[in-house]
């Protein structure tokens, strides 16, 4: 069974991250190739993938940005091996890229979605402007794989997992989902809806590319955005909500009439929420708040006026 390497990216400086992965191309037999799926980055970032190409690195190219799920269903649809596994343009390898890549294989017999694990360093940014993001990232999403397994569709991440092939070609990424977030989150509902295990390893990532503040604010509001979008199209909402904590969480506060006052909340107090969250002080309590309460916003205006409101 030979495994094909994924990585979509825009803008993004891949050049280390794909020399190191070379080193283990030829010295695992399994590992066949590896493909850049270039979604309409600049001029001079394209050449800095094109000069990445060899024998076993094939770069494609979108002419123009089409998404993060349409970027990664046109991969899929160029890559040769029987397993998929992709990764963000933004990680780096805790270790050398032989003993990751020899870390998948005991498991490809018996499983057909495994997730290796997504990884922060220990230690603070030195840029207090990227807090938030390291903040969130150890709190939310470093989980070691005891932790994913309790809840295995739910803890499902395009950051860093490998995909049968034949899986991946009945079950693609959404290409409707235009801007960020969610599009995993809406793969993962697909994958238990139609009775495919997800099996959970620690073989992670670490995540290097680290929003500012103020970036990692606006990506959250397009990935809450998404969601919403997400929960009016899904057909079962019990079962997508199961796969999402926010959203669980909302049903219960639905449930007893406490959707509209957090919406009030949010609107009124939002600025100053986001001047704190973009500080030296910051509080994952009240990042947590913010999202929920943006989230009733969002529910609130699509509900009385079946339109997504613009925040």
Same mark, same amino acid.
């Given at each position: 069974?030979?495994?094909?390497?994924?990585?979509?990216?825009?803008?993004?400086?891949?050049?280390?991250?794909?020399?190191?992965? &070379?080193?283990?191309?030829?010295?695992?037999?399994?590992?066949? #190739?590896?493909?850049?799926?270039?979604?309409?980055?600049?001029?001079?970032?394209?050449?800095?993938?094109?000069?990445?190409?060899?024998?076993?690195?094939?770069?494609?190219?979108s002419g123009k940005n089409i998404g993060?799920?349409?970027?990664?269903?046109?991969?899929?649809?160029?890559? &040769?091996?029987?397993?998929?596994?992709?990764?963000?343009?933004?990680?780096?390898?805790?270790?050398?890229?032989?003993?990751?890549?020899? &870390? +998948?294989?005991?498991?490809?017999?018996?499983?057909?979605?495994?997730?290796?694990?997504?990884?922060?360093?220990?230690?603070?940014?030195?840029?207090?402007?990227?807090?938030?993001? +390291?903040?969130?990232?150890?709190?939310?999403?470093?989980?070691?794989?005891? #932790?994913?397994?309790?809840?295995?569709?739910?803890?499902?991440?395009?950051?860093?997992?490998?995909?049968?092939?034949?899986?991946?070609?009945?079950?693609?990424?959404?290409?409707?989902?235009?801007?960020?977030?969610? *599009?995993?989150?809406?793969?993962?509902?697909?994958? &238990?809806?139609?009775?495919?295990?997800?099996?959970?390893?620690?073989?992670?990532?670490?995540? #290097?590319?680290?929003?500012?503040?103020?970036d990692f604010l606006n990506k959250t509001?397009?990935?809450?955005?998404?969601?919403?979008?997400?929960?009016?199209?899904?057909?079962?909402?019990?079962?997508?909500?199961?796969?999402?904590?926010?959203?669980?969480?909302?049903?219960?506060l639905r449930f007893f009439g406490l959707?509209?006052?957090?919406?009030?909340?949010?609107?009124?107090?939002?600025?100053?929420?986001?001047?704190?969250?973009?500080?030296?002080?910051?509080?994952?309590?009240?990042?947590?708040?913010?999202?929920?309460?943006?989230?009733?916003?969002?529910? *609130?205006?699509?509900?009385?006026?079946?339109?997504?409101?613009?925040?």
């Amino acid at each position: 069974m030979n495994i094909s390497l994924l990585i979509p990216v825009f803008d993004y400086d891949i050049i280390a991250l794909v020399h190191i992965m &070379k080193n283990a191309v030829g010295k695992v037999p399994e590992f066949y #190739e590896i493909i850049i799926g270039d979604d309409g980055s600049s001029p001079e970032f394209h050449e800095k993938y094109l000069s990445l190409e060899t024998t076993n690195v094939k770069v494609i190219s979108s002419g123009k940005n089409i998404g993060r799920a349409a970027i990664r269903n046109k991969l899929a649809l160029e890559a &040769k091996g029987d397993f998929l596994l992709f990764i963000d343009a933004d990680v780096m390898l805790p270790g050398t890229a032989e003993a990751y890549i020899l &870390k +998948w294989l005991p498991y490809m017999s018996s499983s057909r979605v495994i997730c290796g694990g997504t990884l922060y360093h220990e230690s603070a940014p030195g840029d207090p402007d990227k807090l938030l993001r +390291w903040k969130y990232g150890r709190w939310r999403e470093q989980k070691n794989a005891t #932790e994913r397994k309790k809840h295995p569709h739910a803890g499902f991440s395009t950051f860093n997992v490998m995909i049968e092939r034949s899986v991946f070609s009945k079950i693609r990424f959404d290409e409707e989902l235009k801007q960020y977030g969610h *599009e995993d989150t809406l793969l993962g509902y697909q994958l &238990k809806k139609a009775g495919i295990n997800i099996l959970h390893i620690d073989n992670g990532l670490l995540h #290097e590319g680290l929003e500012s503040n103020r970036d990692f604010l606006n990506k959250t509001k397009l990935g809450i955005e998404n969601l919403s979008m997400l929960y009016d199209k899904v057909t079962d909402k019990k079962s997508f909500s199961d796969t999402v904590t926010l959203l669980r969480i909302y049903n219960r506060l639905r449930f007893f009439g406490l959707t509209r006052i957090l919406a009030a909340i949010f609107i009124r107090y939002r600025d100053r929420m986001e001047i704190r969250l973009d500080s030296s002080n910051i509080s994952l309590l009240l990042f947590g708040f913010y999202k929920m309460s943006m989230f009733c916003t969002y529910r *609130e205006i699509h509900i009385r006026k079946n339109i997504l409101p613009v925040l």
